[in-house]
């Protein structure tokens, strides 16, 4: 699939006035072939920002992986505008500890049953790669696609994979210390998702709290999206803990036809002691004209087997933990996952509920 052949997902140009983000772009093709230089930008980027723009289509590996992230953006397009809301809300994430990795979300939905900000189904990883794939089914409405989504996510964790493997050798760790917990069968909460952002009116106010901003619960995120919306903020203006920075700090991050947009998440900090930084960003509606045009995106990540305990590795590139960190409890990355998503609710939450004058929680669609 030529990048030409999405050109109906590029419906106008992303405006020139724009504040942009400026990205490395690191060549997918330069890391597998163990180009020295290339994975020591890699690593000096994930030191500083955690974000960059991955080159998918000067390595056979990149280009399937961009086909396979268009083909699931093409399920997306069919199911989420005209599959009925209340058939969609069916498909639920199972009770219990969860990392957000199965089920379909919204927020507020319009009087013609269209969401009004943003909607979204993820399809677990393991539920189709797992010990007993026949323990997990794909509603109705979604399960046509499967092959698509399948596709998708094994060739998501190659690429996530590759990117973990030159981290070890920069981080000076023995081979597979992180991608051997990170393997496509594995029980991890990994997920595809395929987000529809539906198109507004320009002269609309943009809430921030409708688009709040947070780091990812993951290792790394693969993120292919056609218009803009997705912002970050540079690390001065967002130093360790604050997740409210001034407006103007925002920049946009301009989608490139051939290229994913990928971030670290919390994980990797965790194992590096934050030597590696997942970056705060956000995700509103596209900039200008842009805006009256739906927005689909396609995210692929990949998180730490479930049981992996979550603490920093030990190399002599890592920083040693302090008394505090020796003395805290170490979760499993289930429970980590779940608390950080769960905490990310709780502020949201709070924050709406006093708005609207009220004490009680909102509903959840997990």
Known sequence: MAVDSMADLYPVPFPDDAPTANLEKISLYKLLNDDEDEGQRLFKVCKETGFFYLDMMDHPKGKQMWEDACTACRAGQDVLPRVPMQEKKLYKAPAGVRVLDQGYQTGAVKGNGQPRDSEMFMVPQSGMFGDDPSSFRLPSWLAQHEGRFKAAMKTGN???????????????????????????????????????????????????????????????????????????VEPQAAPAGVVTVPEDSWRWVKPLAGCAVVNLGDAMEVFTNGMLKSGLHRVIKAPGQQRVHDKYSVLIVARPENQT??????????????????????????????????????????????????????????
């Open 158 to 232: 190659t690429v996530a994979n590759i990117v973990l493997s030159v981290l070890e050798r920069e981080l000076q760790l023995p081979q597979g210390a992180f991608t051997s917990l990170h393997r496509l069968a594995d029980s991890s909460g990994d997920f595809l998702r395929v987000l529809r952002y539906p198109g507004s009116d320009t002269a609309e106010k943009v809430d921030p709290l409708r688009f709040p901003a947070h780091k990812d619960a993951v290792s790394v995120a693969i993120l292919f999206t056609w218009l803009g919306g997705l912002q970050i």
């Open 309 to 366: 305990a979550m603490k920093a590795f030990k190399s002599p590139m890592i920083p040693e933990d302090s008394p505090e960190q020796a003395r805290a409890e170490v979760f499993t990355s289930i429970q980590w996952g779940n608390n950080k998503i769960k905490a990310l609710q709780d502020v949201i939450d709070k924050i709406q509920s006093e708005r609207r004058g009220k004490s009680d929680k909102l509903e959840r669609s997990w």
